[in-house]
């Protein structure tokens, strides 16, 4: 779990609001633009998705690809398969994936920003919830990814990162949720587990889809590292 700290983004204010906005102004369009809204938002999102990684720090560029790979399966299995959640049109919209990824530029560039006791105030909130819900048998599931994030915190070394995309995911399914763009089944499909729409301590799975990207990413690198030596030998042959 332990790895050296992301590089700066280094995308410009302009860009930033505009990942802010796409998200902010791109749910109320799906959601009350009907099949045409939802069109509408996903080429612009995709549109922005490859505008980001031009201008993005291009050490980055890979882990943003990786976590549009990895947030679209983790979309169509938790969805689509586990159906822990639904859509509003019962699929998994084509903006998704890459709102993923500018979700997660997000938190690259405001995670070195936050202080010291924002990760201790969410870390609190984290295991406070998990706590209440455990004690009242509500919003179980929150129970178990309050362990998860808890678990991140502790044996992760990007803790900011985490606790920024703690705030980020909870806050963006709140508004989702509110709004009606998708809905957290009450009873989890499988397991004695309940779920609030949406579970408080969803943050949790956003970490995991870090750790995912962040080792794939090391994966990767390694292979090529490994692979590279004998790429070179064949071509001077």
């Not at 993005?56 to 299995?77: D, F, K």
């Not at 969805?79 to 530029?105: C, E, I, K, R, T």
């Not at 455990?134 to 990162?161: E, K, P, W, Y």
């Not at 590292?225 to 030998?233: F, I, K, N, V």
Request: glycine share 8%; charged share 10%.
């Amino acid at each position: 779990m332990t790895r050296a700290p992301a590089p700066p983004p280094g995308l410009s204010r302009a860009m930033l609001v505009t990942l802010a906005l796409t998200v902010i102004v791109g749910l109320p369009v799906d959601k009350f633009g009907g099949v045409p809204g939802q069109l509408a938002v996903s080429v612009w999102t995709w549109a922005l998705f490859l505008v980001l990684l031009a201008r993005i720090n291009q050490a980055l560029r890979l882990p943003l690809m990786l976590c549009l790979v990895i947030s679209t399966l983790g979309e169509c299995c938790l969805s689509l398969l586990w159906g822990l959640y639904g859509y509003w049109l019962h699929n998994v919209p084509f903006f998704v994936p890459p709102g993923h990824v500018l979700l997660f530029a997000l938190g690259l560039t405001f995670a070195p920003r936050i202080p010291q006791w924002t990760i201790v105030l969410v870390c609190a909130f984290a295991a406070g919830y998990g706590l209440l819900a455990f004690l009242t048998s509500t919003d179980t599931v929150s129970v178990a990814l309050a362990i998860l994030f808890l678990l991140f915190m502790v044996l992760g070394s990007n803790r900011r990162l985490y606790a920024t995309m703690f705030v980020i995911s909870l806050l963006m399914e709140l508004y989702g949720t509110g709004i009606g763009n998708w809905v957290w089944v009450p009873e989890i499909p499988g397991l004695p587990l309940t779920s609030a729409n949406p579970p408080l301590c969803v943050g949790g799975l956003y970490c995991a889809l870090d750790l995912c990207v962040v080792n794939a990413d090391r994966l990767l690198r390694r292979w090529r590292r490994l692979t590279a030596p004998g790429m070179e030998a064949g071509s001077a042959a």
